[in-house]
T-cell receptor, first 114, second 111 residues
Framework: EPEVTQTPSHQVTQMGQEVILRCVPI?????FYWYRQILGQKVEFLVS????????KSEIFDDQFSVERPDGSNFTLKIRSTKLEDSAMYFC????????????FGSGTQLSVL | DAKTTQPNSMESNEEEPVHLPCNHS???????IHWYRQLPSQGPEYVIH???SNVNNRMASLAIAEDRKSSTLILHRATLRDAAVYYC????????????FGTGTSLTVIP
């Protein structure tokens, strides 16, 4: 079965540094998402993306965050100036067109901000 | 945000059926009931979804109350691989974009 691929699996950075988390969604999917999960907490919605623009974002997704689809296959999440509280597992997800299409999630990138 | 209530944890013996409940008393007419699960150290994965009628697939069954204010995910024979956090999620069938996870039920399967 096709899958969503995320790289790197682990990322360690210093506070204040910029990080880019990368995702390759399933090839015929058009809707893309980022979620995060702080250790021991629930999965939190960050942003959804369709047709080269953000379709919805949560209050967590502030000006420090941005998303981009730089080419036909990658979908990235950038955090401009990381904070300690950005340490979390970040999941990318994608789905086909259709309001009830299921989400396919990647295995996540564990971000550690020191 | 998420509008569902689930028990924090449940236990089941291996090879026995498991019934995971979910309350969603404020469900609207266009909300579909979705279930996802998250195995340890993995991203969430789709399990099943339904609107009004009970649903079956190769992974599980979904029983939906007649008033739709509650539902139950049924694993017919729990295996050790079914140990995961199970999330019950309401998803608007007219837009489909919002997708919020609650705290879920952590299922432990006892050998």
């Amino acid at each position: 079965e096709p899958e969503v691929t995320q790289t790197p699996s682990h990322q360690v950075t210093q506070m204040g540094q910029e990080v880019i988390l990368r995702c390759v969604p399933i090839s015929n999917h058009l809707y893309f998402y980022w979620y995060r999960q702080i250790l021991g907490q629930k999965v939190e919605f960050l942003v959804s993306f369709y047709n080269n623009e953000i379709s919805e974002k949560s209050e967590i997704f502030d000006d420090q965050f941005s998303v981009e689809r730089p080419d036909g296959s990658n979908f990235t999440l950038k955090i401009r100036s990381t904070k300690l509280e950005d340490s979390a597992m970040y999941f990318c997800a994608s789905r086909r067109t259709g309001a009830l299409e299921k989400l396919f999630f990647g295995s996540g990138t564990q971000l550690s901000v020191l | 945000d998420a509008k569902t209530t689930q028990p924090n944890s449940m236990e089941s013996n291996e090879e026995e059926p498991v019934h995971l409940p979910c309350n969603h008393s404020t469900i609207s007419g266009t909300d579909y009931i979705h279930w996802y699960r998250q195995l340890p150290s993995q991203g969430p994965e789709y399990v099943i979804h339904g609107l009004t009628s009970n649903v079956n697939n190769r992974m599980a069954s979904l029983a939906i109350a007649e008033d739709r204010k509650s539902s139950t995910l049924i694993l017919h024979r729990a295996t050790l691989r079914d140990a995961a956090v199970y999330y019950c999620i309401l998803r608007d069938g007219s837009t489909g974009n919002q997708f919020y996870f609650g705290t879920g039920t952590s299922l432990t399967v006892i050998p």
